[in-house]
Nanobody, 119 residues
Framework: QVQLVESGGGLVQAGGSLRLSCAAS????????LGWYRQAPGKQRELVAS???????NYTDSVKGRFTISRENGKRTVYLQMNSLKPEDTAVYYC?????????????WGQGTQVTVSS
C-alpha cells in the first residue's frame, strides 16, 4: 500500500502562484511514477502533470509553460509549482502514484486539495 498526503492548496488571484506538495509513504519502492490530477465541478478528473522514476515529465497542454512537476527524496515527495494561474485552473488537485501489477496498473490517490483562482 502507498499513502499520499497533499498540502499547499488555497485561494489565489489570477496571475498568482501556488506550490502543491505530496508526501508518499508505505510501499514506495514499488512506485513507477507520480503525478497530479485535477477535477473541476461537473468535469472529469484529468491528468495535469506526471513524472516517472527516470524523471521523465509529461504535462497537459493547458498547463505547459506555467506548471512544473518535480520530485525529491527519491519517490517520497512530489511537487507541483503552479505559476500564472488562471480561473480555469480552479479544481480539486489530487496526488497520484502508480505501480504495475500483473499486466495492469494500480493507482493510489491522495485526499485532494482545493485550488481556487479568482479573477
Amino acid at each position: 500500500q502507498v499513502q499520499l498526503v497533499e498540502s499547499g492548496g488555497g485561494l489565489v488571484q489570477a496571475g498568482g502562484s501556488l506550490r502543491l506538495s505530496c508526501a508518499a509513504s508505505g510501499s514506495i519502492f514499488s512506485i513507477l511514477g507520480l503525478g497530479w490530477y485535477r477535477q473541476a465541478p461537473g468535469k472529469q478528473r484529468e491528468l495535469v502533470a506526471s513524472i516517472t522514476t527516470n524523471s521523465v515529465t509529461n504535462y497537459t497542454d493547458s498547463v505547459k509553460g506555467r506548471f512544473t512537476i518535480s520530485r525529491e527524496n527519491g519517490k517520497r515527495t512530489v511537487y507541483l509549482q503552479m505559476n500564472s494561474l488562471k480561473p480555469e485552473d480552479t479544481a480539486v488537485y489530487y496526488c497520484n502514484a502508480y505501480r504495475q501489477i500483473g499486466a495492469g496498473t494500480l493507482n493510489y490517490w491522495g485526499q485532494g486539495t482545493q485550488v481556487t483562482v479568482s479573477s
